[in-house]
């Protein structure tokens, strides 16, 4: 009776012994992109830019609304638009008022690739489709601290004007991009600061009143 017990626990030893045991994977990191992706995907933002061009423009001021929606086509886009009105600084423009004149800015197309590790791509939308406008090289130390005081600084030229820019996310409502333009025929730079508006509340309808009472005879 020893005998069996013995061959069945060396048969069950070497059974467990053959068994292969899968590696034990973690989950893949989370990108900057991915995070990117995350931190404006469906949000609407206040925007104030201040605009001094000391060559090719004009001083002044733009405040509205800026808004990252998902593209119903492309499940790898944000598009983003932005509504406002732009006041000048001197009156001597002869625009506005007070008030400012109505000015929308150039609808854009935010393109998050597949690939985690590649850095996410701002595109000019037009009618012909998207035309690339510059790339957003955040550096893989910034998921650490994510999304306190991660920036990255890209470059387009526009004809033989350069625009330097450099994207700051301040923390998870504040964000800041600030560019410097110059060439033959500008000079100039531009703030732009975005802080995150609250979603509006959706108010439940009140319920019906009661019925009256009947008095019981």
């Given at each position: 009776?020893k ?17 292969v ?5 973690s ?15 469906d ?10 061009y000391?060559r ?13 929606t998902?593209?119903?086509?492309r ?7 932005e ?33 985690s590790?590649a ?8 009618e ?11 550096s ?9 005081s ?14 330097s ?5 301040l923390?998870?409502d ?30 439940l ?13």
């Amino acid at each position: 009776m020893k005998g069996s017990i013995s061959s069945i626990s060396c048969c069950l030893l070497t059974m467990a012994a053959s068994l292969v045991v899968p590696p034990v994977t973690s989950l893949p990191a989370r990108s900057s992109s991915h995070l990117l992706r995350e931190y404006l995907n469906d949000s609407v933002w206040s925007l104030r830019k201040r605009l001094e061009y000391r060559r090719g423009g004009a001083f002044g001021k733009w405040t509205g609304t800026a808004t990252f929606t998902e593209d119903p086509v492309r499940c790898d886009t944000l598009l983003y638009t932005e509504e406002g009105f732009l006041k000048f600084d001197t009156s001597t423009m002869g625009l506005g008022g007070s008030e400012g004149i109505p000015s929308s800015g150039r609808p854009l197309a935010f393109v998050f690739p597949a690939d985690s590790e590649a850095a996410a791509e701002v595109h000019f939308v037009e009618e012909a489709g998207f035309r690339f406008f510059h790339k957003m090289p955040f550096s893989p130390e910034v998921v650490a601290h994510w999304p306190t005081s991660a920036s990255c600084s890209f470059e387009h030229l526009c004809v033989k004007d350069l625009y330097s820019g450099c994207w700051t996310i301040l923390d998870e409502d504040r964000f800041q991009i600030r560019w410097h333009v110059f060439g033959p025929t500008k000079d100039g730079d531009i703030v732009q600061e975005y802080e995150r508006q609250e979603p509006p509340a959706t108010l439940l309808p009140l319920p019906p009143p009661p019925p009256p009472l009947t008095p019981t005879p």
